[in-house]
């Protein structure tokens, strides 16, 4: 039987849904005050006369036909209609806390926004601010209220699963002085979405029950060799029980991806992992390389200390929180050698991109930076949005007047491979584009990303001397990696940048190395390992090589 719960949840939908999509406001209010009334009724409607619904309060004519269609059949066709023409994405921020429809409406029709990964993304480039109604108290709302349910999802990216997972660690060796325990599985492979935590231990399961059901674990399986709880935080623990003339061994085909292993053979029992690598006669793969099996070492395996430079960032004069000389000195601070200020271009109204004035201002004001930083030096440039043409939206003697052009395709994103392809190549083989942004438009977990064929995309690149960002992001880390090793065999060049809208972004670099390392990328073919005179080298050969 519906009960009234089931027919109020079905009447605030429809209300909530007629609200975004800006329909009849009073039949809106009118179907909310049904849903209010229905679940306050003494009596189930299911049990009334189908010609005595209309006679019980808040519930008019048309209501009590509609209530008699979900009790005869279970639907409400008009419901289903909209929910037809909504992105799913955007009915599920009905359950964010602190936006309402109404917000919800500009969110998806003006900011073109359809997920809720999106709209988290967007707040963290202080995107909501520039719409009104949006204040900086209710972004931060909304940021957090995001975060709060993001967190009882099964799935989690790398990077909001990173401390939990470092802190459980150090406290199981603490508690467990006297057992091994390794991370192993997807976190230490340095996969990009992380289903669960796992850990090669040898202690044994009831040895490890009782810190967790002290806490509040949920017990999901256990068995001698094997355990597995949830704990409040809903990220999945599992522990994979081995003696210590086995634990090399088991963490070997637990930190492994399963090509890997039916390449690898039999893995013999072992105490340390490098023992098998050692019987085997080939020099140690580290974890993040166990995906398809090969057994060339890389010398050079790209690190976090080679980063030289922050590429890609935005300031406050677009959609970043600060000042270019705050950037600027803080990237000082940390040791890098210089700064791209990449703000967005006059096209991104949603992210205050800069008009061809602007431009001119902003470009005396970083020479007038660069006079008092002695040793550092901040490059003119700008993320130009690629256009539904293919185009970069300023004309060719304002796109001349930057160091180096990050051209990205930010609006329309919904296209098929034909027209993807199109104004990505364009762009491409515009020759004041330095860097490709962010290929694909993907943020992890919320939007695959337009498709491209990737092979020609890396082609033309190399082709056109234009280097392949791999957007350090941890929501982007686009380039995948996946792509990285077909890149480097045709010659491109791949930069690590972190797009970062924030001080803090600058530790985001972390996120695209961990990416990079699966994709076997050295040092040499990242552009922002580059010092600062080899970097103003290429950028300055690449200008030459173009015409510019």
Not at 175 to 188: A, I, N, P, V
Request: hydrophobic residues 40%; aromatic residues 8%; proline residues 2%.
């Amino acid at each position: 039987m519906i009960d009234n719960y089931q027919i109020a949840d079905r009447f605030s939908l429809l209300s909530k849904l007629m609200d975004i999509h800006g329909e009849d406001a009073f039949k809106a209010k009118t179907y909310a005050a049904a849903a209010f009334n229905i679940e306050k009724l003494p009596v189930q409607l299911a049990e009334v006369e189908a010609a005595k619904i209309s006679t019980y309060k808040g519930i008019g004519a048309s209501t009590a036909k509609k209530v008699v269609e979900i009790l005869q059949t279970g639907e409400l066709q008009v419901l289903n209609d909209l929910i037809a023409r909504t992105p799913s994405g955007v009915i599920e921020m009905l359950q964010i806390k602190g936006i309402g429809p109404k917000k919800i409406s500009t969110i998806w029709k003006e900011m073109e926004i359809e997920s809720i990964g999106e709209l988290l993304y967007a707040c963290n480039e202080n995107r909501l601010l520039l719409f009104k109604g949006f204040g900086e108290k209710t972004q931060q709302n909304v940021k957090e209220s995001i975060e709060f349910f993001l967190q009882h999802k099964d799935i989690h990216l790398y990077a909001d699963v990173e401390a939990y997972a470092l802190a459980v660690d150090k406290n199981l060796r603490t508690h467990f002085t006297d057992h091994q325990f390794e991370l192993t599985g997807e976190f230490r492979r340095q996969m990009e979405i992380i289903h669960q935590l796992e850990w090669v231990t040898t202690a044994a399961v009831a040895t490890l029950l009782p810190v967790f059901t002290n806490h509040n674990f949920e017990i999901k399986e256990q068995r001698e060799d094997f355990l597995w709880v949830k704990g409040p935080e809903n990220i999945s623990l599992q522990f994979h029980i081995a003696a210590n003339d086995v634990f090399g061994s088991t963490l070997f085909t637990t930190s492994a991806a399963e090509e890997f292993l039916q390449s690898w053979g039999e893995v013999k029992p072992a105490a340390e992992e490098q023992l098998l690598f050692e019987e085997k006669g080939i020099a140690f793969l580290p974890s993040c390389l166990r995906e398809e099996y090969n057994a060339e070492p890389v010398n050079d395996l790209i690190n976090v200390s080679s980063i030289k430079g922050i590429i890609h960032s935005h300031s406050n004069w677009s959609d970043g929180g600060e000042t270019i000389e705050t950037m600027a000195r803080h990237a000082q601070q940390m040791g890098f050698e210089y700064l791209v200020i990449s703000d967005h271009s006059k096209s991104a109204g949603y992210a205050n991109g800069l008009s061809v004035e602007r431009i001119e201002q902003q470009h005396r004001y970083i020479d007038e930076l660069n006079s008092k930083l002695n040793g550092f030096r901040i490059f003119k440039s700008i993320e130009a949005d690629i256009l539904g043409d293919g185009s970069l939206d300023y004309d060719d003697d304002t796109l001349a007047s930057f160091d180096l052009v990050i051209a990205s395709v930010h609006s329309n994103l919904k296209m098929n491979e034909e027209k993807a392809m199109m104004r990505v190549l364009n762009a491409i083989e515009n020759p004041y584009t330095t860097i490709l942004g962010h290929m694909t438009g993907r943020l992890l977990l919320s939007r695959a990303g337009y498709p491209l064929d990737h092979k020609k995309i890396i082609d033309a690149c190399v082709a056109n001397s234009v280097v392949i960002e791999l957007n350090a992001h941890p929501r982007r880390l686009d380039i995948d990696w996946r792509w990285i090793p077909y890149a480097l065999a045709k010659g491109a060049m791949i930069s690590i940048d972190p797009d970062a809208h924030e001080l803090s972004g600058y530790n985001d670099i972390k996120y695209g190395v961990l990416a990079a390392q699966k994709g076997r990328l050295t040092n040499s073919r990242n552009l922002s390992s580059f010092g600062l005179k080899e970097f103003e080298e290429y950028i300055m050969d690449v200008r030459m090589e173009k015409g510019i």
